[in-house]
Nanobody, 123 residues
Framework: QVQLVESGGGLVQAGGSLRLSCAAS????????MAWFRQAPGKEREFAAA????????LYADSVKGRFTISRDNAKKTVYLQMNSLKPEDTAVYYC????????????????WGQGTHVTVSS
């Protein structure tokens, strides 16, 4: 098992920045691909960004490309999502997810999930 705990959400004005963190614990963190998904009110959960174990491969949804950056510190068992130039449409609950093996951008590929952190972007 892998336990994931997100932090860093909050209220920010449009154009601002936030950095989300996801701390992992439990079973080994080795060879995990990590991802961020988000779910806006009344909408389905959608992919935002993902990163491979070594960090050589990153994937982004078109809606966040160029504004969000995913990174990881394996020594700290932590994944980050730097969000810049935030827009009201970025308002959502952001979820961290993990899987052992390759990196994917599909929700069903991930086996472990955090509880989520709320991000609200005001206009």
């Amino acid at each position: 098992q892998v336990q994931l705990v997100e932090s860093g959400g909050g209220l920010v004005q449009a154009g601002g920045s936030l950095r989300l963190s996801c701390a992992a614990s439990g079973r080994t963190f080795i060879n995990t691909a990590m991802a961020w998904f988000r779910q806006a009110p009344g909408k389905e959960r959608e992919f935002a960004a993902a990163i491979s174990w070594i960090g050589l491969t990153t994937l982004y949804a078109d809606s966040v490309k160029g504004r969000f950056t995913i990174s990881r510190d394996n020594a700290k068992k932590t994944v980050y999502l730097q969000m810049n130039s935030l827009k009201p449409e970025d308002t959502a609950v952001y979820y961290c997810a993990a899987r052992f093996g390759g990196v994917y951008n599909t929700l069903t590929a991930y086996d472990y999930w955090g509880q989520g952190t709320h991000v609200t972007v005001s206009s």
